[in-house]
């Protein structure tokens, strides 16, 4: 008996050592989007695995692994100095706005078919898809028309992971409706209950992102890849529609829920963990006031030291008249008019701070990220949103009550201290933030094991075919029941057509009016 127990662990062992190679590309995107395919790589690779990393910034933490070979594209790391100053363009006049407004276009217009070309372009790649083998492609959705023929090339199915939620057409592409009578769109400021004037903006906005962004360029990316690769390959929305799984950063205690193809899991905030201990000096100075202390960062992209002097100095102000300490992520030179509770540092361990039981509020711009690491910690917020999908994240927190919201331009010493006030002493503000973290860590499985639990079963299964819905192969019209009411209409209105003719013949034939004898007589004798 023992001896069996012992045979099944080592054959067991020996299926999990032996490891699948899986190829993940994200060569394109922001820094912020690492957070969903880092640590996937990093439990992928712990459980015996091989990735090949395809990626445009140097990932460090996971390239020095044995099991993964990195292919760093760092000319597609996103080039921030064409926005010299994010913090003016994003904050300031409607003239700043549509320069970034243009730029912003610019780049959408033309990196689909550069990011291919630079890709495709590449010797190490070029080696790759001469001579690698791959059990499953998986691919971060920025720029991922680039990353579309890359299942088929390999014959291996394909993972697309978006780090948002599902993006426009793709729900529609798998078969089911896009919503978006509900479903507001990802960077606009709707919620999930419109009005007809928000529906109506909302489709437009909607379809045209999904025009710009894919339909746009996907005839485009596919004959590059024809060009430089293999002239073979099938449409790219014929490969689009086999992707085996989407995965998405959401979840709905931070995202709208919303009906979702059976493809698609969310596995939002797996990156979400709880809080290590901090360095020494900081642990010093976040402990030392039995008031607490609270935490101020806005993300990587953009820049603190860009605010306006005025603005920093309504903050410095404001935090001076608080008894919390205050953690300032800084990166711009060392100030020297800071009041002794605020301490600024270049780089916040974010997640360890947010999780250290004296963190009082979290004052963030909103991102994604960010605010799943409130929720997850439970952390009440004051969210100073800058736009794209921060204005969405905030409402909806400001909506779960764990959050309460200022816009950049309302910001005084005054506005600050009123709303940080209000975050730290109004007890609603830490109920509901308590309330919606436990929601979120109330699951089956977290999410990261979830992702790694539906990686592996589509290496297990070779794909997901029967989670295919019937209708992907139905056009729009069909999936919409058009013909369907069409015919019905037909039962109805046939009959009420009919019925209205006879009616209206039997009543005319009734009713015509009879001419009294004489004038008739009259008339006979005037046409004679
Ligand atoms: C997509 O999947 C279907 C069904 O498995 C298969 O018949 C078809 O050839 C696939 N298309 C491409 C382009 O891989």
Redesign the pocket.
């Known amino acids: 008996m023992k001896l069996v127990f012992v045979l099944v662990v080592f054959v067991t062992w020996l299926a999990v050592s032996e490891g699948s190679w899986i190829l993940i590309v994200a060569a394109h995107g922001t820094k912020s989007h690492q957070n969903v395919y880092v640590p996937l790589t990093k439990e992928l690779v712990g459980r015996g695995h091989h990735v090949t990393l395809i990626t445009n910034y140097d990932i460090g933490e996971v390239a020095q692994h044995d099991n993964v070979n990195q292919i760093l594209l760092e000319q597609l790391a996103l080039d921030t100095s064409i926005f010299p100053n994010m913090f003016k363009a994003l904050t300031g006049t409607w003239r700043d706005k549509i320069e970034m407004g243009v730029q912003v276009a610019r780049m959408m217009f033309t990196f689909p078919a550069m990011v291919a070309e630079t890709t495709y372009g590449d010797s190490r790649i070029q080696t790759l898809l001469a001579k690698g083998k791959f059990d499953l492609v998986m691919f971060s959705e920025a720029c991922g028309l680039t990353c579309y023929p890359f299942g088929?090339h390999f014959k291996a199915p394909t993972i697309a992971m978006s780090p948002n939620v599902l993006f426009p057409g793709r729900a529609a592409l798998l078969g089911d409706e896009e919503h978006y009578s509900y479903v507001p769109f990802i960077l606009s400021s709707y919620t999930d209950k419109m009005s007809l004037n928000q529906r109506l903006g909302n489709y437009l906005i909607s379809k045209l992102f999904n025009t710009f962004v894919h339909d746009w360029h996907i005839d485009s990316v596919h004959s590059i890849f024809k060009k430089m690769v293999d002239p073979d390959c099938?449409p790219f929305i014929?490969?689009e529609k086999?992707f085996s799984l989407v995965f998405t950063n959401s979840h709905p205690s931070f995202s709208y829920p919303r009906t979702l193809p059976p493809q698609v899991i969310e596995v939002g905030g797996l990156h979400c963990r709880p809080a290590r201990p901090l360095p020494d000096d900081l642990e010093a100075f976040v402990s030392s006031s039995e008031a607490g202390f609270v935490v101020f960062a806005i993300g990587s992209a953009i820049k603190m030291e860009d605010m306006p002097e005025e603005m920093i100095q309504s903050f410095i102000k404001a935090f001076a008249r608080l008894p919390q300490r205050v953690v300032w992520q800084w990166k711009g030179k060392v100030r020297s008019d800071l009041p002794a509770n605020v301490l600024a540092v270049p780089w916040l361990p974010q997640q360890d701070l947010l999780g250290h039981k004296h963190c009082r509020a979290f004052l963030t711009h909103g991102g994604l990220n960010s605010l799943q690491e409130a929720v997850y910690h439970g952390v009440p917020v004051l969210g100073f949103p800058f736009g794209t999908d921060q204005t969405l994240n905030v409402g909806r927190a400001v909506k779960e009550g764990y959050a309460a919201k200022l816009e950049w331009k309302e910001i005084t010493q005054e506005t600050l201290i009123k709303s940080i006030q209000e975050i730290l002493h109004d007890s609603k503000y830490k109920k509901s933030a308590k309330r919606i973290s436990g929601m979120f860590r109330d699951q089956i499985q977290p999410p990261l094991e979830r992702a790694v639990f539906w990686t592996e079963f589509v290496l297990r299964h070779k794909g997901t075919?029967h989670l295919r819905l019937g209708s992907i192969d139905l056009a729009p019209y069909q999936r919409a029941l058009v013909d369907v009411y069409f015919v019905f209409s037909l039962f109805f209105i046939i009959p009420l057509l009919l019925v209205f003719f006879c009616v209206r013949k039997c009543c005319c034939a009734n009713k015509r009016p009879a001419a009294p004898p004489a004038v008739r007589n009259e008339q006979i004798k005037k046409r004679q």
């Open positions: 088929w099938p014929e490969i086999n075919d």
